[in-house]
């Protein structure tokens, strides 16, 4: 057994990805099925340049999307700090945006926070989404890019006012970015929260490209925002060093950092069965790719 794999789908409609239309997301739906994937990850911010773009895309293809678990995210404008984003008016809104666009009526299966809102009272946060379950918009809601320190005090009001806990915490996690393992891991199993692991590639950088000089063009280009973000991100030399290292031993093995990379975070790292991983991709092929590698094993 392995973590289960979610399909991130921040790229529909996303410049740069074959998926622009709803023919091409149908066809990515049916290999997802054929794969054995049943879960998308979406939100109301995605594409970040095209908010709704990516719901309203999984809305046009609802033949086939209906049949997927579909968990989404509360709206942030990115222009701020995230203040107001979850009070319960925005928390509301936001959700009737999304299962408008996604015509999902029924709901959703986890509504995320996508990040976290320093103005807005944490009670009015979380009674803004167990009012979302009881009303069966969402069957339990979730947090993505929280402080440790700022969940911690959710779970205790969570008890101390019996209001439903979150279920799933979005988090980076991958074979260079394990601090995640030290405070926030045993938080999470202490509370049954489960883990969702995003960047498991660290956004390309564990593929060599930067590395080895090869990163032009890539979401890791010099002129690219994301890039510059990453390479400040990862760019410290013993980081950079390690990589290296990293990059020459696998290919060494006749095997690609890539490759290593997702076999490590599905077979080798502190995962359970229980958690999940998210994985995107820009074309088919990549998501059969990495599919691959998973099922390879350890």
Known sequence: MAPQIVFGTAGLGMDGTAFQDPESVTSLLQTLQKLGISRLDTGARYPPLQPGLSEELLGQTKDLSGGFIIDTKVYTDTRTDGSGDLTSDAISKSVDGSLTRLQRPQGVNVLYIHRGDPATPLEEQIQGF?????????????????????????????????????????????????????KLFPLLRAHDVKFVAFWALASGFLTGKLVNGQHAGTRLADDSPLGQHFQKMYGSPDVLEATRHFDRETRARGLSPLEVAIRWVFHHSRLTDDDCVLLGASSESQIMETVGFVRKGP
């Open 130 to 182: 167990n009012e979302q379950i009881l009303k069966g918009r969402c069957n339990s809601w979730g947090v993505s890019n929280v402080q440790p320190e700022v969940l911690e005090q959710m779970l205790q009001l969570c008890e101390q006012n019996k209001w439903q806990k979150p279920s799933y915490y979005q988090g980076t996690y991958n074979v260079i970015s394990r601090g995640t393992e030290t």
